[in-house]
T-cell receptor, first 115, second 112 residues
C-alpha cells in the first residue's frame, strides 16, 4: 500500500506561471516532509522541506504548504523557469531529527515548463 | 566537495553472475542507504545502515545484500542477479540528526 502518493505523473506549465505539485500521504505518523528534484541521468537533489509543526516553508521561488488534517502537501514554484523542468519527488519521514528510518517516496511528477 | 560516489555508473551483466556496486561518501555521515528507481514505481529503499556494522532491510531487500565495515562505504551486492533487478540504483547518505538525504548520481544496471 502506497503511503505517499503523487497522483499526477506529469504536469505541463507555461514559463513564468505558477507550478503546483501535489502530494498526499496516508500515514499520520509522518512528521517531516521533503521535496526532491531529479534531472535525467542524475541523482535526486534536495529542494525544500517542512516539519509537521509548520504549515508553510518558503525558499526563494519555492514554497511548500502542509495541510495535516487533509494529509496533503504541495510545492509551489513561482515563477516557473525552463530549468525547473525535472521530475519532482515528494518524500515523508517518520522522524524529524535523528530518525532511525529512511524516507518514503512518492512515484514522482514530471514537470515540464513550456516556453 | 561533499559527495556520494557510486561505481560502476553503467553495467550490463548476465543472470547469475555476482556483482557489487560500490558506494562511498566523504561527509562522515552515519546513515547510508540504497534505493532503486523503476518506471511507475518511484524510489524504493532496498537496505539502509545506521552506522558501521548496523544494517537493516528496506522495502525491497530480496535478492540483495549489503555490508557496512567502514563508515564511508556501503556496497550493494547482488549474489545472483536476475533480470527483474534491472534498474537504476541510488546510494544515499545523511548525518544523524539530519533529514536531508544526499544521493549519488546513480548506477544503471541491466541484467540479461
Amino acid at each position: 500500500d502506497q503511503q505517499v502518493k503523487q497522483n499526477s505523473p506529469s504536469l505541463s506549465v507555461q514559463e513564468g506561471r505558477i507550478s503546483i505539485l501535489n502530494c498526499d500521504y496516508t500515514n499520520s505518523m509522518f512528521d517531516y516532509f521533503l521535496w526532491y528534484k531529479k534531472y535525467p541521468a542524475e541523482g535526486p537533489t534536495f529542494l525544500i522541506s517542512i516539519s509537521s509543526i509548520k504549515d508553510k516553508n518558503e525558499d526563494g521561488r519555492f514554497t511548500v504548504f502542509l495541510n495535516k488534517s487533509a494529509k496533503h502537501l504541495s510545492l509551489h514554484i513561482v515563477p516557473s523557469q525552463p530549468g525547473d523542468s525535472a521530475v519532482y519527488f515528494c518524500a515523508a519521514s517518520l522522524y524529524s531529527g535523528g530518525g532511525a528510518d529512511g524516507l518514503t517516496f512518492g512515484k514522482g511528477t514530471h514537470l515540464i515548463i513550456q516556453p | 566537495e561533499a559527495q556520494v560516489t557510486q561505481n560502476p555508473r553503467y553495467l550490463i551483466t548476465v543472470t547469475g553472475k555476482k556483482l557489487t556496486v560500490t558506494c562511498s561518501q566523504n561527509m562522515n555521515h552515519e546513515y547510508m542507504s540504497w534505493y532503486r528507481q523503476d518506471p511507475g514505481l518511484g524510489l524504493r529503499q532496498i537496505y539502509y545502515s545506521m552506522n558501521v556494522e548496523v544494517t537493516d532491510k528496506g522495502d525491497v531487500p530480496e535478492g540483495y545484500k549489503v555490508s557496512r565495515k567502514e563508515k564511508r562505504n556501503f556496497p550493494l551486492i547482488l549474489e545472483s542477479p536476475s533480470p527483474n533487478q534491472t534498474s537504476l540504483y541510488f546510494c544515499a547518505s545523511r548525518p544523524t540528526g539530519g533529514n536531508t538525504i544526499y544521493f549519488g548520481e546513480g548506477s544503471w544496471l541491466t541484467v540479461v
